[in-house]
């Protein structure tokens, strides 16, 4: 099945896997308008996709999300892979600032359930939303328990949506380390980690952005899918 001619909305396709999944659409011959919360990016993107659409879009705000939904017209995907980065504090769970770790669901869960709850008004019966969490839900780390606990509320919000919106279909990707351009805001001690951890999985390296994207385009392909996570990672989920 060819996505030519649909109408795709990237949320957070101004960048990283968001960019790449923009790119291969395009490609297929969709029509796609990218979203992001910097006009800047915005434009940047497009310059370098050669081709789609637009929007501002700030997710953590409910109304902004409404009205933008309520003039855009019909989509018949949607993907949700916009992300801030908001540093996880390894200090002792004694230390654990719950202010700070509120905050890792704003864009990624708050955000992805704001874009379900508007936009599944501009979607088709068999059309898809496709969010995005994190491999913590499956491989919890020490010293980041709330990042466990936000990527897998987005994982079984994927589960909870696709009841909720059937016949609208509802996935999601689950990336390992994917190397975007947000890798050289990792802090040097966070990359030393999770380097050391990629030569122990079972293909030894990062995933690329294009790699990622061909989850997403089957998902939005995949016209008998829906309730499902698909992993990305590498095998990291079978190490020891």
Not at 34 to 52: F, K, V
Not at 130 to 147: S, V
Not at 178 to 205: C, G, K, M, N
């Amino acid at each position: 099945m060819t996505l030519e001619g649909s109408r795709i909305l990237v949320i957070g396709g101004s960048s990283g896997m968001g960019f790449a999944v923009a790119e291969a659409a395009l490609a297929e011959g969709s029509q796609v308008t990218i979203a992001s919360s910097n006009d800047d990016r915005i434009a940047d993107a497009l310059r370098r996709l050669g081709g789609g659409e637009g929007a501002c879009l700030d997710v953590t705000d409910e109304t902004a999300v409404q009205s933008f939904f309520a003039t855009s017209g019909r989509f018949d995907h949607i993907v949700f892979t916009a992300a801030d980065w908001v540093e996880v504090n390894h200090a002792p769970f004694a230390e654990l600032d719950l202010a700070a770790a509120a905050s890792l669901f704003n864009v990624r869960f708050w955000g992805a359930l704001a874009v379900a709850k508007h936009g599944a008004k501009s979607v088709p019966p068999g059309g898809s939303i496709t969010l995005t969490n994190g491999m913590a839900a499956h491989r919890p780390q020490k010293g980041m328990p709330e990042a466990t606990a936000m990527a897998g509320a987005v994982e079984h919000l994927v589960v909870g949506l696709a009841v909720e919106l059937a016949p609208i279909r509802v996935n999601g990707v689950c990336p390992g380390a994917i190397v975007t351009e947000a890798w050289d805001d990792v802090p040097p001690e966070f990359r030393s980690y999770q380097e050391a951890r990629l030569a122990e999985q079972l293909l030894p390296r990062a995933g690329r952005p294009d790699e990622a994207a061909e989850a997403y385009l089957y998902l939005m392909r995949g016209t008998y899918t829906t309730g499902q996570v698909l992993r990305v990672e590498g095998g990291w989920s079978l190490k020891g």
